[in-house]
Nanobody, 115 residues
């Protein structure tokens, strides 16, 4: 059974940085994409960043230049380095791993950015 465990969330002041990690345990094969999503109170879940096979990346316009997604294939782990954080980045951050025939979600980690 595949499980995703996020870590690294917390409370930070505006302008600060956090690094999120998401580690997959269990048998997981043929990963095609690893991504981070977020959901703020009262809003829909949205894509923040995704890294695909070949290490191509895509970012939401709101985080371009501030966030960086990366991964360690040997550890089945995806990271999100978040710099220059803003209060509007406050949300629960979820990781998602997609394989050729399935996808998996983590339970989320809360990021709170104070002004």
């Amino acid at each position: 059974q595949v499980q995703l465990v996020e870590s690294g969330g917390g409370l930070v002041q505006a302008g600060g940085s956090l690094r999120l990690s998401c580690a997959a345990s269990g048998s997981i094969f043929s990963i095609v994409a690893m991504g981070w999503y977020r959901q703020a109170p009262g809003k829909q879940r949205e894509l923040v960043a995704v890294i695909r096979s070949g290490d191509t990346t895509n970012y939401a316009d709101s985080v371009k230049g501030r966030f960086t997604i990366s991964r360690d294939n040997a550890k089945n782990t995806v990271y999100l380095q978040m710099n220059s954080l803003k209060p509007e980045d406050t949300a629960v951050y979820y990781c998602k791993i997609s394989t050729s025939w399935d996808y998996y979600w983590g339970k989320g980690t809360l990021v709170t950015v104070s002004s």
